[in-house]
């Protein structure tokens, strides 16, 4: 079983559990109405959406939302408690969606999961799905090196070279901002397709 399996099993597991830990979910409503005032149009993917928090708040704010988790179980659950937003299974090196389709991509503390060679896969894959001039939310943890966390893999970054890795795939970063969530820094960027 490759790390991405053994992932999605970990997060098929946590999405039973009652209370479901979600991550800086103050500073989130804030990043969401920043991303939505960017947006050229309203149709946006929730990139790693889980069990759909961020779809619902994102829908909120009137945009046409579609989420994407690779695991099948969260998707259950955002399914029954999300109304009004599609949601589908798929992996993040594998966008299944068309070209030039989405407003916006939110990843928010989503690509963390992936290998450094599989992160390079996903931002041409973000790239690709964005229409031109598409506004992409992401999120990262600071550090260096990865670690396994209640099963489920987690790359480090550091500012700059992530920033370098998201302009070598045609993104141009406008703004960033570091938070604080219990133990961990993380950094969100806003960046444009060019």
């Known amino acids: 079983m490759d790390y991405v399996e053994r992932n999605r099993a970990s997060f098929d597991k946590l999405a039973h ?28 993917l929730d990139l790693g959406c889980g069990a759909g928090h961020d779809a619902l708040r994102l829908k909120r704010y009137n945009l046409q939302v579609q989420g994407l988790d690779i695991s099948e179980v969260m998707l259950a659950e955002a399914k029954q408690h999300v109304q009004g937003v599609e ?16 407003d916006g991509v939110w990843a928010n503390a989503s690509l963390i999961y ?34 396994v966390s209640e099963g489920i893999f987690n790359q480090l970054y550091g500012e700059e070279e992530i920033q370098n890795i998201l302009r070598s795939h045609g993104f141009r970063i406008f703004d960033r901002m570091n938070t604080k969530d219990e133990d961990d820094t993380f950094f969100s960027l806003y960046a444009v397709k060019q």
């Open 17 to 44: 559990q009652s209370g479901l830990k979600w991550r800086h979910r103050e500073l989130t409503i804030q990043f969401i109405s920043s991303f939505q005032m960017l947006l050229g149009g309203n149709r946006v």
């Open 114 to 147: 992936l290998t450094k060679d599989d992160f390079h896969k996903a931002a041409d894959e973000v790239y690709r799905v964005l229409k031109p001039g598409g506004v992409f939310f992401s999120s990262y943890r600071i550090g260096e090196g990865s670690c």
């Open 87 to 102: 949601f589908i299974q798929g992996d993040f090196r594998h966008i299944p969606t068309d070209d030039d389709l989405y």
